[in-house]
């Protein structure tokens, strides 16, 4: 229904006053296709993308589409243009590809999303058991506190999910503290599943070493002990993060900055989707009380999203102008 002053016809500052309220209402999105995002199955992610198709659909009246993906399979997506955004890189998880395909121009680094980090954990039960075992590089001498079921003379080290860019790191690191003669690398086959194995050692108190990021689900919901790692080196974590890293050295993980990538062609022909993307910023211990409240709700992303612009107005406010806040805020 049309505003009753809109029926006044003889004052034209009020038809001026509507026409102009009716365009502030409306969004016409600068892209005549669906943004189509990079979707990867881990829960910081799956967050981050859904907060913004609610932001670029309610706000911006964009139609948006999410691609399953991985993450070194997502970065060429990304320089080709069959993906138009990546919300989350993990920096240090993929500095050698990232580095080769920002310098083809075809992609940009335009916002920085949170510090994330990356570690080798035993709970604190663990660590209380065997006080000796500090060090990643110690390991060894633990082997038959973490047997392998499948192979009972080695211990078991669960590595990063099999895919994904953080596995190239682990594998490499995994090699560099020469543990393959007492361990097996165990890649599980999604996050899903990593997540259900060590949750399920966990509430059995079971003894187990692994691979973890961080701000997580499980890594704030669980106890849990990092184990030293030899000094971080630049240049061997540069050969660690390459999958032809021919002679791995270990070093420690260095803090890990989370970015927004986006392919170049796509922040020409949509210059204020662009500008959006590149303000959203989300401090640590916001990240850590949505995904706790993830956890805890059991809910689907999308139905945390929300949760996340109703509570959180304070934080994703500023991305945007106030004409699209309200449009957002009107669909919650």
Not at 195 to 207: D, G, S
Request: charged share 25%; with cysteine.
């Amino acid at each position: 229904m049309r505003h009753p002053l809109c029926k006044t016809v003889a004052a034209a500052a009020v038809l001026f006053a509507c026409a102009s309220g009716a365009q502030a209402a409306e969004a016409s999105c600068e892209l005549n296709r669906p943004v189509n995002f990079g979707g990867m199955n881990w829960e910081s992610n799956l967050v981050v993308v859904e907060i913004e198709r609610f932001i670029m659909e309610q706000g911006y009246g964009c139609k948006t589409e999410v691609l399953p993906t991985e993450t070194l399979p997502a970065l060429a997506a990304l320089e080709r243009g069959d993906l138009d955004i990546n919300s989350e890189i993990w920096l240090n998880s993929v500095a050698d590809p990232w580095d080769k395909a920002a310098k083809t121009g075809k992609v940009k680094r335009i916002g920085e999303l949170y510090m994330g980090g990356e570690a080798w954990f035993v709970p604190r039960y663990t660590a209380e058991r065997l006080p000796a075992l500090k060090s990643a590089t110690d390991l060894p001498k633990f082997k038959d506190k973490f047997t392998d079921p499948e192979e009972p003379s080695k211990g078991r080290f669960y590595g990063c999910p099999a895919g994904w860019g953080c596995e190239v790191t682990s594998t490499n690191l995994f090699h560099a503290l020469k543990l393959d003669d007492t361990y097996t690398l165990y890649s599980p086959g999604t996050g899903a599943a990593q997540k259900a194995a060590l949750t399920a050692a966990y509430k059995r108190k079971q003894n187990v070493v692994f691979y973890y990021w961080y701000p997580t689900p499980l890594v704030g919901s669980m106890d849990l002990v990092k184990l030293d790692m030899p000094p971080y080196d630049a240049e061997k974590h540069k050969c660690l993060t390459d999958s032809k890293c021919a002679n791995p050295q270990p070093s420690a993980y260095p803090e890990n900055p989370v970015f927004t990538a986006v392919n170049t062609s796509f922040s020409e022909k949509a210059p204020k989707l662009t500008a959006f993307l590149s303000k959203i910023s989300i401090p640590n211990p916001v990240v850590d009380e949505t995904l706790a409240h993830m956890e805890e709700s059991g809910d689907e992303a999308r139905d945390v999203a929300r949760w996340f612009l109703k509570n959180k107005a304070d934080v994703w406010t500023k991305w945007v102008d106030a004409d699209v806040a309200k449009r957002v805020q009107a669909k919650l």
